[in-house]
């Protein structure tokens, strides 16, 4: 996967250089173009990393394959959606069954890990979808000159881009919000619970075991009369090593 995206941003990049680079002869319209952002949106020292034609052979070429790249990539994030909740819910099937014939725990850990499953692919489809929202706004600064080359575009994509920034924000607190583990552990973070309580009572709500105090009693004292039978046995084997 890291030789992967190696080679999509290195395509990128030449992409980049080929379709939309700075060249000298576009410096003129440039320097035009920076004071009308100076204008407008009261933006100084305007430097471009890209510039050409928006109608120009190369720049709808560098449209065309962001747009298959785009597809491509949601197409994939589709299918593994799709796999992965149908593998959780054949699990679960084949789990429960299991579970109704021997009547042991694994029926309730399975339905804790299809319960966790399932808030781990929303919150990979919200983050799949987040992206959108950069796509819309780059799509925007990309229409917008082409079918609209008017004053007011250069105030309208300079402004598009300022909630890009808060893409990188967006994405963990989805994921915060959706995961119920990492929810609850901010929760406490935040409000002071103590570690150890939370530790202790997701313990007995996952084993679900008895909460009440009479049944914790009962089952406490399983235990002594289980190690005091087996300390007896002990000692009747010796005393018949020693007789004998």
């Known amino acids: 996967m890291g030789v992967l995206a190696f080679l999509l941003n290195l395509f990128h990049i030449i992409l980049l250089a080929w379709a939309d680079y700075p060249r000298p002869n576009y410096y003129e319209k440039m320097e035009e173009l920076s004071k009308l952002v100076t204008q407008e949106a009261g933006i100084t020292d305007v430097k471009f990393s890209s510039f050409t034609w928006a109608r120009s052979f190369p720049w709808l070429m560098h449209c065309v394959i962001m747009v298959f790249l785009f597809s491509t990539c949601y197409a994939v994030i589709t299918i593994c959606v799709f796999k992965i909740r149908k593998y959780v819910r054949e699990a679960f ?47 925007t600064q990309i229409l917008l000159p082409i079918f609209y080359p008017t004053g007011t575009t250069v105030f309208i994509i300079v402004y598009t881009v300022i ?31 103590n570690n150890g309580e939370m530790t202790h009572a997701t313990i007995k709500n996952n084993t679900g075991m008895p909460t009440s105090k009479d049944q914790q009693r009962s089952f406490n004292t399983v235990a002594p009369m289980e190690q005091g039978g087996a300390s007896s046995i002990k000692c009747l084997n010796k005393s018949r090593n020693i007789l004998f």
């Open 93 to 139: 099937t084949l789990s429960v069954d299991i579970g109704e014939k021997d009547l042991s725990l694994e029926k309730l850990k399975m339905e804790r890990l299809r319960d966790y499953n399932n808030q781990l692919t929303y919150a990979l489809i919200v983050q799949a979808i987040l992206p959108t929202f950069e796509v819309i706004a780059m799509s």
């Open 163 to 193: 909630p890009l920034y808060f893409a990188p924000v967006i994405n963990p607190l989805s994921t915060i919000f959706l995961v119920k583990p990492y929810r609850r552990a901010v929760i406490n973070k935040i409000f002071g619970r």
